[in-house]
């Protein structure tokens, strides 16, 4: 199993920038797809964006398509989530998650290893 331990989370204000990363040990990450979701206190889980880290196939959800980018250091063995134009809708705590498959309609259940959390808050 992958451990992930997300950095980076914190206050910002609306339309400035973020950058989480998100560590990984215990594997590489080649062989797996890694993910960002985000939840709210009250809703599901939402994920906004994959990596299969082979290929590089990347995915967003709409609601974060042309502000969030996606990226890997295999070096690394790190995933970063590099957000703009961010607005208060963003506020969530944002998780890593690895060992699930990258495309549309991700599922938190799909995926293995998850990291702890890390929240952003967007207030001005």
């Known amino acids: 199993q992958v451990q992930l331990v997300e950095y980076g989370g914190g206050p910002v204000q609306p339309g400035g920038s973020l950058r989480l990363s998100c560590a990984a040990s215990?594997?590489?990450?080649?062989?797996?797809?890694m993910a960002w979701f985000r939840q709210t206190p009250g809703k599901e889980r939402e994920g906004i964006s994959c990596?299969?880290?082979?290929?590089?196939?990347?995915y967003y959800a709409d609601s974060v398509k042309g502000r969030f980018t996606i990226s890997t250091d295999n070096a690394k063995n790190t995933v970063y989530l590099q957000m703009n134009s961010l607005a208060p809708e963003d506020t969530a705590v944002y998780f890593c998650?690895?060992?699930?498959?990258?495309?549309?309609?991700?599922?938190?259940?799909?995926?293995?290893?998850w990291g702890q959390g890390t929240q952003v808050t967007v207030s001005s």
């Open positions: 998650a690895a060992e699930g498959p990258c495309g549309s309609g991700l599922m938190p259940a799909d995926f293995g290893s």
């Open positions: 215990g594997e590489s990450l080649d062989y797996y797809a």
């Open positions: 990596v299969r880290v082979s290929d590089g196939h990347t």
